[in-house]
């Protein structure tokens, strides 16, 4: 999943730098995200997930990491509630 969601990254971000050189923990803020990226990269994870991101997850903390998405794309696809 992780793959994927750096390829959905890169086909969508361009960040200063490349997300091949970004660890899955690195912060994507900081790489150059920017809040239309977030709105571009959710419609794309959405749409090659097959998920819908409920309003209580659209935060900064979300589109934090390559691991904060996958987490939150493998608790949406389970059909685990989070807070």
């Known amino acids: 999943m992780k793959d ?4 959905i990254i890169k086909d969508t971000v361009h960040f200063e730098v490349s997300i091949d050189t970004l660890s899955n923990d690195d912060d994507l ?3 150059g995200f920017s809040s239309l990226n977030t709105i571009q990269l959710m419609l794309a994870v959405e749409r ?3 998920v819908e991101i409920p ?3 659209l935060n900064r903390r979300l589109f934090q990491s390559v691991n904060s998405l996958a987490e939150a794309i493998t608790t949406l696809q389970c059909g685990v ?3």
Do not use: G, I, T, W
């Not at 994927?4 to 390829?7: D, H, I, S, Y």
């Open 4 to 7: 994927e969601l750096r390829k």
């Open 48 to 50: 090659h997930f097959n």
């Open 55 to 57: 309003d209580h997850m």
């Open 81 to 83: 509630p989070s807070v």
């Open 29 to 31: 803020y900081e790489a």
